[in-house]
């Protein structure tokens, strides 16, 4: 029996939305094994005079729990 197991993270860039989501998928996998997939929940940034400062996507990582 195969039991999937997920959590949320923001992942936040200076540089854009998927580049948001690489480092939280980036930063899951130096300590979460057998990740199998993500989905992007939500974007959002902040601003600051006028511009984005940072963009942030709100990701779900799916992954296998190992017995």
């Known amino acids: 029996m195969t039991v ?3 959590i949320d993270l923001v992942g936040v860039s200076s ?5 948001a ?3 939280a998928l980036a930063e899951a996998s130096r300590t979460i ?3 199998t997939g993500m989905e992007v929940l939500d974007t959002s940034c902040t601003v600051a ?3 984005i400062e940072e963009y942030l996507t709100h990701v779900r990582i799916k992954f296998r729990i190992e017995r």
């Open 33 to 35: 094994r057998g990740i």
């Open 21 to 23: 989501a690489n480092q």
């Open 4 to 6: 999937i197991k997920t």
């Open 49 to 51: 005079d006028g511009r």
């Open 15 to 19: 540089e854009s939305w998927k580049d």
